[in-house]
Each structure stands twice: as structure tokens, then as C-alpha cells.
């Protein structure tokens, strides 16, 4: 974090490489080495540091984080045995020492957000055409992204230093401590109670309706972090002001034309905040180097999708199993080849003939999706079978029949006869979340918000089982709440001396 933090103090050099898109603004291209003092002098600098936020989040060690830490462990991966990092962080096989567990890239973030709230402000005294509300957009932004990677890293490593200032200046002290999770989740509702009031509605375009922050995104992140934080009566608030948005209406896609709206072309009418990529200026090389790609030549390696998924689509037939991996439906059997489909696809097949489907071409220009309409169906249908009593309960099964219908067009929705207790309403929204969103980094976080809130991992747990061949191993490992995350990377404890390890790791590897 030091070197980050101090890098970004010394000088600004920022290398925009983002989508043409989104209005171009992320092509403006400050001096390099500009010492820090002598940059806020314009809108257009605020402009262009606000655009290094965006375009440091889609860094490949960003984004491969975004995978890793959301998804890798979960029920949805399987892998072939290897020492790699990825894998070892599969088999629950992780130690202080493993790449995949370093922050870096999160904090480079949230320091460029620090800087705009810190000096933005500040230039409206200089540049008499910089008005109020374009600073308060600029702020929304940066607050916004600021808050998404804290969540991140919070449900990631459950405690890190909170950090809300920039790096000015070798002065200062870089030997952060950690802080409690309850002062980050205030830090990151904060941030976005105010980012949702100065926060755009909507930009001139789609893509940078979709690709910058909006107050439906701010909604959607809020609506995410109350239901970690079990405050379900806010989830549900938040839920129901992206809904009741009729002005700026995000749109269910109709089941022919969910991948390829959604996942090929991206910033669809359900999208509500995506990360955007261009073939012509910043590709995704994340997508076909995780889930690989046989029109880029390029194998999926270890990675690949677990039985139990193929199961969980396949009881219904559902029709998300073709769009998410490649497999063939034969002699009454869905018969499964693992390769991961999703983003890196470009046209479902009409049926599960292998032969039909067809992958991206050697642009890699697949966005990353963080929050979709069904985000928050199932997040409201969450929290409302937190709450219980039968009228909740049956708006769940409604909610979760959003999503269910359209998969299963041929199939009679789901009754609130065959779901009338909490419990198996609370199970069904965790398996419906399962198959709309698989491989999008969000399975791990789920299973842990489980078992957060039952105080145990023993029913969690039995979902990841599968996976392994030594069941008895994994129960044991996974049996305390602490190692379901991550420890803190050895080498940001040798040079921040006042980080201290994880519980649960320490009491394992100590504090080096």
C-alpha cells in the first residue's frame, strides 16, 4: 500500500485506455508528471482523475480479483489439482504467501477516489466555470467506486484499513491499521447516502448510462451492502427505488435475447452498472484467460464449471445452462463438457448440440457485469425471507419468479404451496441466485452472507462439499467463519508494521 499510495502522491500520470464509448471523456490524457499541487487547476483535471478511477478498476489485477475472491472457492468451479496459486486458493489450501490474496490494485483505486473528494472541492475557487453540480457528479462517482471496493475488500480479508485521504506527501504515515468491519460498513453507507443525492440519473449515452455511476447504481451497491449488513427493511427500500424508477426504467430481457444482449453486446436495457471494455483501446483479457476461448486459441487451463452446477440447471432444464457452459442435451441427458461459456460467448445454440456454439472472435471486449436487474428481484426476495410472515414470503417467490419464468418459458412458475415455509423460501432464493449468476463473483460472497447471518458454516459448507474428493478434510478446514476469508498478504504486513494477520490465519501461520 506504500508504494501505491506514495507513487500517486509524488506525481499524476495518468494513461486513459478505456472505452471510445462512453463520450470519450476517458481519452483525455493529462501532462505527464504533474506535480500534485499544480494539477487542480481546471474541470477538465477533475474530469480526467475521476476517468483513472474507472480505469484502474479494469486493470487485469483488478478484475482477476473480482473473480477470484467472489467465485473461485465457491460450488460453481471445479479444478484439476496444481500448484498454483488459483488452485491452492481452491483447495482451501491458502497461505499469507499467495498472490491471489494481495490488494494492491483495490487500494490504487480507492486512493485515486481519495484524491478527487479531497481536491475537486477545491477547484471551483480557480476555475470560475466549474459549477456545483458537476462537482457533485464527480464526487458521486468517485464516492461510489470508493464504497465498491471497500465492500470488496471487506467481505474478502472481513477487516482492512480504512483509508479516506490521499497520499499528499512522503510525511505522512503509511503504517495503516486495520479497522472493525462495523467502521467501514458506516464509512461505505455514508459515502453512498450522499453519492445517491448528487449522483446523475442518467448520461447522454447508453454506454455511459450503464459504464459510469448512476443513482440506480449507487441503489443497487446500497441495496447489496444492507443486506450484508442484515438491514433487510433498507435492502428492500433501496430495491424498490431502482424498480419504481419509471423515468430512467431498467428493463427485464426477454429469454432469446438474454446473452446475447446482456452478455455479448453488454450495456443492455437491464444492466445498471458495468464495467466497459474496447477492442480499440483497454481489452478484457480476464474473461478468455479465466474461462478460455477457442476462436482466440486459448484453453480454459484448470478452470471449468463444477457437476453440481450442471445439476442445479438441469432439473429444470433450464435455459441459463447453455448460456453459462457448453454442454449437450442427448438421449434425455444433459451431458456436461465444463467450459465456461459465459462472456466469452457470442450465440447460444437453439439447442445443446456442442456443434452450435459459437465464441467470441480475437477481440476481447466482454464488459464486466456488477449489478443487473435481477440483482434486485433476488435481493429484495432475500431480504423479505429474512423478514418472513407469509405476505413477504409470497412477494419472494414472485420476485424469484422474475428471473425463473424467463429461464423456464415451457415450465409453470413457481407456487407458494411448494414454498410456504422461511426456510425453503430462503433456500430458493440462494439457488436461484446460484444459476442466474454464476461465474459473475458473486457465489462466494453468498454462501458466506449465509453463513454470517446463521452464526455457522455447517450449512454452507454442505454446498462446496462436492467439489472434493475428501469431504471430511474441507468440513474441518472451512468449520470457523475466519476461514472463509482471505489472509492478509504476507508482503503488505512486512512493510505496513502496524497490520496485524487475520485470527483465524494467525493462529495457523502467525504474524511474520
Known sequence: MKNILKNTALLIFFSFALT??????????????????????????????????????????????????????????????????ESNLWNVNIQPDNGITRWNSFYQV??????????????MAVDQNFKEYELRTYLSEALTIRALSYFHLLRTFGKVPLVVKPSKDDSEDFNVPQNTEKEIIDQIIADLTTAEGYARDSWATTASTKGRVTKNAVRALLSDVYLWNQEYD?????????????????????TDYLYSKAFYEGNSPESIFELNFNSNLTKNNVTPNLF????????????????????????????????????????NKIEMTSAIFKYEGQKVP????????????????????????????????????????????????????????????????LKFEDFNTAASVKKLVLEERRREFAFEGKRWYDLLRLARREGSTANAVQYILPNYSDATLITEKMAQLGAWYLPVNEAQISINRNLKQNDYYNSIYGTK
Open 20 to 85: 471510445s464509448c462512453v463520450d470519450k471523456w476517458l481519452d483525455m490524457r493529462p501532462d505527464d508528471q504533474v506535480v500534485l499541487e499544480e494539477y487542480w487547476t481546471s474541470a477538465a483535471d477533475v474530469e480526467a482523475v475521476v476517468a483513472s478511477c474507472y480505469r484502474y478498476m479494469i486493470t487485469d489485477d483488478y478484475m482477476y480479483r473480482l473473480f477470484y475472491w467472489g467465485e473461485l472457492r465457491s460450488d460453481n468451479i471445479a479444478m484439476d489439482n496444481a500448484n498454483t496459486d
Open 110 to 123: 480507492i486512493n485515486y477516489c481519495n484524491t478527487v473528494i479531497y481536491y475537486a472541492p477545491g477547484v
Open 234 to 254: 433498507k435492502c428492500i427500500e433501496s430495491c424498490d427505488k431502482v424498480l419504481n424508477d419509471k423515468i430512467n426504467e431498467i428493463i427485464l430481457l426477454e
Open 292 to 331: 478460455g476461448n477457442i476462436n482466440k486459441n486459448i484453453s480454459r487451463g484448470h478452470l471449468k464449471g463444477s457437476a453440481s452446477l450442471i445439476n442445479a440447471y438441469s432439473l429444470s432444464y433450464d435455459t441459463r445452462l447453455k448460456s453459462t457452459l457448453v454442454a449437450k442435451y442427448s438421449n
Open 350 to 413: 437453439a439447442d445443446f448440440s456442442k456443434e452450435l456454439y459459437v465464441f467470441r472472435s480475437a477481440s476481447s471486449t466482454a464488459n464486466w457485469i456488477l449489478y443487473r436487474l435481477p440483482d434486485i428481484y433476488l435481493m429484495k426476495a432475500e431480504a423479505l425471507a429474512e423478514i418472513g410472515e407469509t405476505s413477504n414470503l409470497r412477494q419472494a417467490i414472485t420476485l424469484v419468479n422474475k428471473t425463473y419464468t424467463r429461464a423456464n418459458p415451457e415450465i409453470d412458475s
